[in-house]
């Protein structure tokens, strides 16, 4: 069965970090490009971050030069290293898999169920 489960999410202090996980079954994880997308309550869907299948990087605004995404495709791993924390960056963190149609939500055709970052101020 295709799968992404998230893991990694916990809570944290404003400036401090977090290395979330998306463990990836199911499918050849090699020739997919991998993302994470987030969700903050009452909030919709923010693209974060992405990484393609030659390992070029790509961040939004605003999480550039504080998260730092990466795979191993070995291990078909995706992670994403979450630096300097700010209270907006609590969220429900999801990983997703992209099946063409780059640069959508409509292109990510599986999603994991998320890894919650909580931010205590």
């Known amino acids: 069965q295709l799968q992404l489960v998230e893991s990694g999410g ?3 202090q404003p400036g401090g970090s977090l290395r979330l996980s998306c463990a990836a079954s199911g499918f050849t994880f090699t020739i997919y490009t991998m993302n994470w997308v987030r969700q903050a309550p009452g909030k919709g869907l923010e ?4 990484i393609d299948t030659a390992g070029i990087t790509y961040y939004s605004d ?3 030069g504080r998260f730092t995404i990466s795979r191993d495709s070995a291990k078909n791993m995706v992670y994403l290293q ?3 924390l700010k209270t ?3 969220a429900m963190y999801h990983c997703a898999k992209n099946h063409g149609e780059y640069g959508s939500f409509d292109g990510m055709d599986l999603w994991g169920k998320g890894t919650l970052v909580t931010i205590s101020s």
Do not use: F, M, Y
């Open 10 to 12: 916990g809570l944290v």
């Open 47 to 50: 693209w974060v971050s992405t």
């Open 62 to 64: 605003s999480v550039k």
């Open 82 to 84: 979450l630096n300097s």
């Open 88 to 90: 907006e960056d609590a």
